[in-house]
C-alpha cells in the first residue's frame, strides 16, 4: 500500500476542519476511502500531524538479506527467525512479516513431525466423528 502525498493529506484534513462535508463526501472529493479521512483525521487529533508512520515488514530490498538469514539457519522456527532478523536490524517484526516476506522471496517451510516416540493416544469416545459415522448416524 502506497501512502497518500502529505500535500494531499493536508488538503483532506483542512478541507475538513473548513467543515466542507462529511468523510463521505470528503472521500468522494479527494478520490480516497471514507476509512482514508477517517485515519487522516485521527492522526491529526492524537499526533498533530499527519505524517505516515514508519515502514514496516520487510521491503523489497531486504529480501535478499532474509533469504540469507534463512540459508544460515535453515532448521529455525518462524519465532527464532523473527528473533535473529530483531537481532541483525534493530527493528520489531511480527511473526506475519516474516512469512509474508518469506512466500514474496519463493521460501517454503516444512512443517516439523511433533517427534513422538511412543503410539499416539487414542481419542476420547465421541471426539471426533468421520465421515462414515456421519452417514450412519443421518441415516
Given at each position: 500500500?502506497?501512502?497518500?502525498?502529505?500535500?494531499?493529506?493536508?488538503?483532506i484534513?483542512?478541507?475538513?476542519?473548513?467543515?466542507?462535508?462529511?468523510?463521505?463526501?470528503?472521500?468522494?472529493r479527494?478520490?480516497?476511502g471514507?476509512?482514508?479521512?477517517?485515519?487522516?483525521?485521527?492522526?491529526?487529533r492524537?499526533?498533530?500531524?499527519?505524517?505516515?508512520?514508519?515502514?514496516?515488514?520487510?521491503?523489497?530490498?531486504?529480501?535478499?538479506?532474509?533469504?540469507?538469514?534463512v540459508?544460515?539457519?535453515?532448521?529455525?522456527?518462524?519465532?527464532?527467525?523473527?528473533?535473529?532478523?530483531?537481532?541483525?536490524?534493530?527493528?520489531?517484526?511480527?511473526?506475519?512479516?516474516?512469512v509474508?516476506?518469506?512466500?514474496?522471496?519463493?521460501?517454503?517451510?516444512?512443517?516439523?513431525?511433533?517427534?513422538?516416540?511412543?503410539?499416539?493416544?487414542p481419542?476420547?469416545?465421541?471426539a471426533?466423528?468421520?465421515?462414515?459415522?456421519?452417514?450412519t448416524?443421518?441415516?
Amino acid at each position: 500500500m502506497n501512502s497518500l502525498p502529505m500535500k494531499l493529506r493536508r488538503r483532506i484534513v483542512e478541507a475538513y476542519e473548513r467543515k466542507e462535508g462529511t468523510y463521505f463526501e470528503l472521500a468522494q472529493r479527494f478520490g480516497v476511502g471514507e476509512a482514508t479521512v477517517y485515519r487522516l483525521l485521527k492522526l491529526q487529533r492524537e499526533q498533530g500531524n499527519v505524517r505516515p508512520g514508519a515502514p514496516t515488514g520487510i521491503s523489497e530490498e531486504e529480501l535478499p538479506e532474509l533469504v540469507q538469514l534463512v540459508s544460515e539457519l535453515p532448521n529455525a522456527t518462524l519465532e527464532q527467525l523473527k528473533e535473529a532478523w530483531v537481532s541483525r536490524t534493530q527493528r520489531e517484526l511480527s511473526l506475519s512479516s516474516i512469512v509474508r516476506a518469506l512466500r514474496r522471496a519463493g521460501i517454503t517451510r516444512q512443517r516439523t513431525t511433533s517427534g513422538r516416540t511412543g503410539p499416539a493416544r487414542p481419542a476420547r469416545p465421541g471426539a471426533r466423528v468421520d465421515a462414515e459415522q456421519r452417514k450412519t448416524r443421518t441415516g
